[in-house]
């Protein structure tokens, strides 16, 4: 068995051994104490406890001086089932958890309109923020440049849930790119595919009887979304409603986009349109589209596609990875893309050169990617694998696709008052 699936295993089974090893002893001294960092995880859901299963492997297996310290969510069930677990104080609001002095470190797993509020709350609290993607809603371009500007002015490290990024194939097409191998960037092609999200109908109700109450803070989890009466399906599917989620374009799309305008060194876009709409999953719950296709164009003379479904997952020969498409980097010289695991340089007809190979130097790790964040925390680093700026210009051009599709219109960008004109 390989060090690799001996981890696999381990993960799938880590939460059940968690609690017995944690609340065993939480040694508050161990290896080196002035290295430890206390972890707080905001919104204990499914995706919140994929995080803490890879903390949790990182701290009894790869011996990283960590430890899971307090768990928030404004389900009081969940939060109390996961404090137990990892032997962490449970709270119910996530101001409590940054005011917790043994918090060092913040993981944010919330849905999509709590993101920014959180990681403001967070680094204005002094805590280094690990946030999931999308940064922010769809609707909230205005607090995303807040969120940007007050990650700056803290100092925080920041890092976006996009864990693609550890994937050095982005990095070394960047490099290539800023090196001039394939001439003046032109155009870059991506997309997503896959069949539906978490089920036809979204994600599983925890509990169908679950009400608001002294366990269950509805006002909480509403935040700056309509008022809305309380329903296990918006509390528990919050994916499938557009006041909560976005559909595929912010839930699915930066992880392959985000290293697409990172390796083409765009900023923001100038003009930005979409089609799509419900076209497979039409129900009584379904608000967000399941099928979304972007084309944006940037000031600096380059384009960019990305396109995807979840209502169909063939990937034909450009699969690199669960859903995503091998992106494709056009320049006036030449293309890049991927070829089973080697980066594949291919020049312009009339240029008559014999294409270029790059072996790939590591593959995607959802575990190193957290342990490159924990690096950056320790080193004061604030250049983690998917930093504060990339993020706005990834949330920035997505914020702009959603806007048009849903507005029937081309999204315009404003960079002299850097706003979205409709």
């Known amino acids: 068995m390989t060090a690799a699936s001996t981890r696999r295993q381990f993960l799938r089974t ?38 803490l299963r890879q903390l949790h492997w990182l701290k009894t297996q790869a011996a990283e001086p ?24 449970a709270y119910m609001d996530h101001r409590d958890l940054l005011a ?24 204005e609290a002094g805590k280094d923020t690990y946030c999931e993607k999308p940064v922010t809603h769809w609707r909230q371009f205005d607090l995303l440049k807040r969120m940007r500007q007050a990650v700056k002015k803290s100092g925080r490290v920041f890092q976006l849930g996009t864990q693609a990024m550890s994937d050095s194939a982005w990095h070394q097409m960047k490099r290539l790119v800023q090196a001039g191998a394939i001439g003046r960037p032109l155009f870059g092609e991506t997309g997503f595919f896959r069949i539906g999200d978490w089920g036809e109908r979204g994600m599983a109700v925890d509990d169908p009887n679950a009400k608001p109450g002294k366990d269950l803070n509805w006002e909480s989890f509403l935040g700056d979304a309509p008022k809305r009466e309380f ?40 003009t930005v349109v979409a089609l799509g709409g419900i076209h ?31 209502g169909n997952d063939y990937q034909g020969t450009g699969n690199y990875g669960s859903g995503a498409r091998i992106p494709i980097m056009r320049g006036w010289d030449g293309t890049l893309t991927i ?19 790059f072996p790939i130097e590591k593959s995607e790790d959802f575990v190193s990617y957290w342990q490159h964040f924990l690096n950056c925390c320790r080193k004061r680093d604030t250049n983690t694998l998917s930093p504060v700026d990339l993020a706005y210009r990834t949330q920035t051009m997505l914020i702009m696709a959603s806007l048009a599709l849903r507005q029937g219109k081309v999204a315009r960008f404003d960079a002299s008052k850097e706003a979205i004109a409709m």
């Not at 939480?26 to 499914?46: E, F, H, P, S, T």
């Not at 918006?234 to 390796?263: K, M, N, S």
């Open 231 to 270: 329903s296990v399906d918006r509390l528990f599917r919050w994916r499938l409603f557009e006041d909560y989620a976005g559909g595929p374009a912010t839930d699915l799309y930066p992880h392959c986009l985000t290293q697409v305008i990172d390796i083409l060194g765009v900023n923001l876009p100038g």
């Open 66 to 89: 960590i430890e899971i310290v307090a768990v928030c969510d404004v389900y009081r069930p969940r939060a109390d089932q996961t404090a137990v677990a990892y032997g962490a104080k």
């Open 280 to 310: 497979r999953y039409k129900d009584d719950l379904r608000e967000v589209p399941d099928t979304i296709n972007i084309l944006a164009d940037y000031p600096e003379k380059v384009s960019i596609s990305m396109v995807g479904s979840q």
């Open 14 to 51: 880590g939460a059940l051994a968690a609690g017995a090893m944690v609340m065993a002893g939480r040694a508050r001294a161990v290896q080196g104490a002035n290295d430890r960092l206390g972890i707080g995880l905001i919104g204990a859901g499914g995706r919140g406890n994929d995080h």
């Open 339 to 357: 070829q089973a695991k080697e980066i594949v340089l291919t020049y312009n007809a009339d240029l008559k050169k014999e294409p270029k190979r």
């Open 100 to 123: 917790d002095k043994n918090v060092d470190v913040v993981c944010i797993a919330t849905p999509d309109h709590h993101h920014a509020y959180q990681v403001i709350d967070a680094v």
